[in-house]
T-cell receptor
Framework: TQLLEQSPQFLSIQEGENLTVYCNSS?????LQWYRQEPGEGPVLLVT?????EVKKLKRLTFQFGDARKDSSLHITAAQPGDTGLYLC??????????????FGKGTTLSVSS | ETGVTQSPTHLIKTRGQQVTLRCSSQ?????VSWYQQALGQGPQFIFQ???????GRGNFPPRFSGLQFPNYSSELNVNALELDDSALYLC???????????FGSGTRLTVV
């Protein structure tokens, strides 16, 4: 069972359209992060949300953390071809007293065509 | 900052062989994690080290092992390679005070 469920898995849109990607779980996370990954590269951190209900904006990207800290969303306004990539949500899960592991969803592959 | 550097970038090994992948993290990044990523999928957590001790492990068999060194470098060792081990292996590190990880570009391992 996937701890973090992302939807949709694939998204193909035209330049200028808006889109929302969802990240859901039945577990509570101390923080959720969103990463973007391009082919041949490692994921790059976009944002970290920590407080339930928190909203963060990064230019045309808006990130929201659910009130219960179990889910998050990423909204992109007026998508551009440069937004194309694999979007990953990730949450910290308690492993033991000393460590927490960052667990990823399966990702959403976004393709924006001009 | 020099980022996270992984070597080699690509590697081809034969089934049954052993492989060592290397990662050089940024100074001060006491936490290092290793991930396996299949094409088009999210990274799967292998294990994590904090100050040279393993403090978390995902659902991977014991033939996946690692080390972290005092100079912020680390290794991922895989014994008895299987065809399904073919994947992108990512190393990521972070500061104690930060949630976010810095990832390397990965090592593309192909087992034939």
């Amino acid at each position: 069972t996937q701890l973090l469920e992302q939807s949709p898995q694939f998204l193909s849109i035209q330049e200028g359209e808006n889109l929302t990607v969802y990240c859901n779980s039945s577990s509570v996370f101390s923080s959720l992060q969103w990463y973007r990954q391009e082919p041949g590269e490692g994921p790059v951190l976009l944002v970290t949300v920590v407080t339930g209900g928190e909203v963060k904006k990064l230019k045309r990207l808006t990130f929201q953390f659910g009130d219960a800290r179990k889910d998050s969303s990423l909204h992109i306004t007026a998508a551009q071809p440069g937004d194309t990539g694999l979007y990953l949500c990730a949450g910290h899960q308690e492993q033991n007293q000393a460590g927490t592991a960052l667990i990823f969803g399966k990702g959403t592959t976004l393709s924006v065509s001009s | 900052e020099t980022g996270v550097t992984q070597s080699p970038t690509h590697l081809i090994k034969t089934r049954g062989q052993q492989v060592t992948l290397r990662c050089s993290s940024q100074s001060g990044h006491n936490t290092v994690s290793w991930y396996q990523q299949a094409l088009g999928q999210g990274p799967q957590f292998i294990f994590q080290y904090y100050r040279e001790e393993e403090n978390g492990r995902g659902n991977f068999p014991p033939r996946f092992s690692g080390l972290q060194f005092p100079n912020y470098s680390s290794e991922l060792n895989v014994n008895a390679l299987e065809l399904d081990d073919s994947a992108l292996y990512l190393c990521a590190s972070r500061l104690d005070s930060h949630y976010g990880y810095t990832f390397g570009s990965g090592t593309r391992l192909t087992v034939v």
